[in-house]
Structure formats: structure tokens, C-alpha cells
């Protein structure tokens, strides 16, 4: 079983950057396709960018301009750069790791979710 893990979530004021960190297995491992979602209280758990497709790494709509998405220079590390911060952001954030790709669209790997980290977006 390869673990995921993520760090960097914290309390941020309005307007406020982060940088979440995954991990994923140990250095040998390579994370190819991975997605980051998040699940607000009393919202379903939802998309927030995927990387590793045939195209560019796509993002939600409610992150795009203000989110992006890159790889460490361990292959086995993404992270996820969110900018301008909103209050709606606010959620813990999950790293899903050896998702597939199919029609442009990541679909998560349910073996490989990490425990997710709290990202509250507060003044």
C-alpha cells in the first residue's frame, strides 16, 4: 500500500497564499496522474485540479486564475499553490494519487487518498 500524505494547510486571512505539499510512496515512486479535491462540511468532496493528463493540468472553475498545480523535484511530490484565498476555499484539502484519465476528466484512485489537510480562510 503506498501512502499519500499531505501538509501545508493552515489559517489564512482573505486575499492569503498557501502551498499544500503530496506526497506519495517513497523517492523510488513517481506520481504520474494525481488530483487535488476538497470537502467543505455538508459538501460533497469535489474536484480541485488534476495533473499528469494528455493536456494541461485542469482546474474547477472556482479555483482557475488563482490555484496552480506543479511537480516537485522529487517525482514522487506535487503541490498545489492556491492564491487570493477566499473565505469559500475554506475545507480540508485531499491528494489522490494513480488516478486515471478518461475523456479529460481525473477520476480518483479510491486506494490512494491521503488524510487531508485543514485549509481555513479567515479574517
Known amino acids: 500500500q503506498v501512502q499519500v500524505v499531505e501538509s501545508g494547510g493552515g489559517l489564512v486571512q482573505p486575499g492569503g497564499s498557501l502551498r499544500l505539499s503530496c506526497t506519495a510512496g517513497g523517492s523510488w515512486f513517481t506520481i504520474n496522474a494525481m488530483g487535488w479535491f476538497r470537502q467543505a462540511p455538508g459538501q460533497q468532496r469535489e474536484l480541485v485540479a488534476a495533473?499528469?493528463?494528455?493536456?494541461?493540468?485542469k482546474f474547477a472553475d472556482s479555483v482557475k486564475g488563482r490555484f496552480t498545480v506543479s511537480r516537485g523535484d522529487a517525482k514522487n511530490t506535487v503541490y498545489l499553490q492556491m492564491n487570493s484565498l477566499k473565505p469559500e476555499d475554506t475545507a480540508v484539502y485531499y491528494c489522490n494519487a494513480l488516478g486515471t484519465w478518461h475523456d479529460g476528466r481525473y477520476y480518483p484512485n479510491l486506494g490512494y487518498w491521503g488524510q487531508g489537510t485543514q485549509v481555513t480562510v479567515s479574517s
Open positions: 495533473i499528469g493528463g494528455d493536456g494541461s493540468p
